[in-house]
């Protein structure tokens, strides 16, 4: 089947068109387009996502980006057999410009309209470079409005068992990146810049520079980045004033020190909750993703606790750990496969409970 996915909950206006078939000992998933286009250039004038901006560049870009889509895959809207799209949870005006679009396409082919969740989608994008996986297994999802732990029971079921209590991993890097006057978002510089970092920093060295844990101190599986993230932006505040004041611009190495530091924190913090996960539960592959799930210094750091549990790790490649549609369809293909169906009075929400 052909399934034609769209996501437009953020700031990535994505269309993908999927080519799955049932296999004897699993699903073979072709992807046959992939196609994002980012307003990160627009934002970044301002620091971060303006809502109304997004969805107004979401309404332009959506008509292109989808055939775009068909272009590229080589077949036609007729070839569809249904459409899969992200409802929530995201920006309320960006998504309600993908829901209406997809319910539009939905309408006008008389074929199946399949609500997708973005989270479920970020780990769904596993599923297309890992055909081996499937429920049940431990998912960690680490992105821009994200950091949860979820056990993944069945392709529909997702049961959190751990999460931020204020922040996500991704603000905390885009929020500290930004003090740091890095171009937003900051994840991938932030990344770069600790690996410079790494090679003079040393985590357990006495007296090195270190920041508190987003780890909460007790056996939930939770996390805090707002203490982590407040205790780096005033140490960037102080380190300043010694310089001079807030005009002062840091030379690039003790920048480096600054990610290194911060990104031992995040991976240490996150590594922890992943390792105590794993000791209570019996969880024999553990799926990482999200767009901070690009970060190469948390990736490193989750397989080295998935190896030390004996566990299976899987990640998306780089390339489906952002927002994209690919991931939609993936996950939309499994729901469809489950029976899941949305009709035309489905609404975008920004949370789900
Ligand atoms: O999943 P995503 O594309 O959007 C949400 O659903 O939230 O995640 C975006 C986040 C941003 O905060 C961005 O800075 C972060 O992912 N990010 C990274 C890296 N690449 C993207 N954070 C750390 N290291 C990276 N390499
Ligand atoms: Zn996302």
Redesign the pocket.
């Known amino acids: 089947m052909l399934i034609f996915a769209i996501e437009s ?2 700031d ?1 206006t994505a269309a993908a068109i999927l080519e799955a078939t049932e296999t004897e000992n699993g699903h073979s998933l072709k992807l046959l387009s992939n196609i994002v286009s980012s307003q990160i250039a627009i934002h970044a004038l301002y620091g971060g996502v303006v809502p109304e901006i997004a969805s107004r560049a979401h309404a332009e870009a959506i008509s292109k980006v989808a055939s775009d889509a068909f272009a590229e895959a080589g077949c036609r809207p007729e070839d569809i057999d249904a459409v899969a799209v992200t409802y929530a949870p995201g920006l309320i005006g960006s998504l309600l410009v993908g829901v209406s679009f997809a319910k539009a396409f939905a309408s006008v082919h008389k074929i199946p309209l399949i609500p997708v969740d ?1 989270i479920k989608a ?1 780990v769904a994008a596993a599923y297309l470079t890992a055909p081996q996986l499937k429920p049940p297994y431990l998912a960690l999802v680490v ?4 950091t949860s732990l979820y056990e993944v029971p069945d392709y529909e079921t997702f049961t959190e068992i751990g999460g931020t209590r204020d922040d ?1 991993a ?2 905390a ?2 929020k500290v ?1 930004r003090v740091m006057g890095l171009p937003y ?4 510089a ?2 770069k810049l600790a690996a410079k970092g790494l090679e003079t920093y040393d985590p357990k060295g006495k007296g090195r520079l270190k920041f508190p844990s987003p780890a909460t101190p007790d056996d939930t599986l939770d996390f805090s980045f707002s203490g982590l993230k407040t205790a780096v932006i005033n140490h960037i505040h102080t380190t300043k004033q010694r310089m001079g004041g807030e005009e002062a611009q840091l030379p690039e190495e003790t920048c480096a020190e600054i990610a290194a530091a911060f990104t031992c924190a995040v991976t240490e913090g996150i590594a922890k909750k992943l390792d105590m996960a794993l000791v209570r539960g019996n969880y024999s592959t553990v799926v990482m993703a ?3 799930a ?3 210094h ?1 990736r490193r750091a989750v397989e080295a606790v998935c190896r030390k549990r004996k566990t299976e790790f899987v990640v998306p490649p780089l390339s489906l ?3 994209n549609a690919a991931m939609v369809s993936a996950c939309g293909y499994h729901l469809y496969r489950c029976g899941v169906r949305a009709d035309s009075t489905l609404n975008a929400f920004a949370n789900l409970e």
């Open positions: 909950s953020c990535e973005h970020h992105s821009g409005g994200h996500a991704g603000e890097f885009d990146g978002p900051g994840g991938a932030m990344d999200g767009g901070v690009a970060n190469s948390l750990c952002g927002d």
